[in-house]
């Protein structure tokens, strides 16, 4: 499996912005994809964000047009700049990195962002 450490999340006014990343261990994370996921007190964990190797990316609808998700190979790191942030948006938020063939499916311990109103 990979090791994954999220880091930048925090406490922020609403319209704010933060940007989350997130690294990796290990040699094959440019062929990994990799997800930021969230789960807010009392609801699912969700699908925030997801970068294939290739560099397509997913959102959410929730986040459309405000979180971008990147990648930077050389340095193993995921990020995901969150901008307009909402209340709602109030969650940990976690990383992920999977690859079907190889069988991974890792987490990281998760980063709380807060948005206060």
């Known amino acids: 499996q990979v090791q994954l450490v999220e880091s930048g999340g925090g406490l922020v006014q609403a319209g704010g912005s933060l940007r989350l990343s997130c690294a990796a261990s290990?040699?094959?994370?440019?062929?990994?994809?990799m997800g930021w996921y969230r789960q807010a007190p009392g609801k699912q964990r969700e699908l925030v964000a997801s970068?294939?190797?290739?560099?397509?990316?997913y959102y959410a609808d929730s986040v459309k047009g405000r979180f971008t998700i990147s990648r930077d190979n050389a340095k193993n790191t995921v990020y995901l700049q969150m901008s307009s942030l909402k209340p709602e948006d109030t969650a940990v938020y976690y990383c992920?990195?999977?690859?079907?063939?190889?069988?991974?499916?890792?987490w990281g311990q998760g980063t709380q962002v807060t948005v206060s109103s």
């Open positions: 992920n990195a999977a690859h079907r063939d190889l069988r991974i499916n890792s």
């Open positions: 290990g040699s094959i994370f440019s062929i990994m994809t």
């Open positions: 970068i294939t190797s290739g560099g397509s990316t």
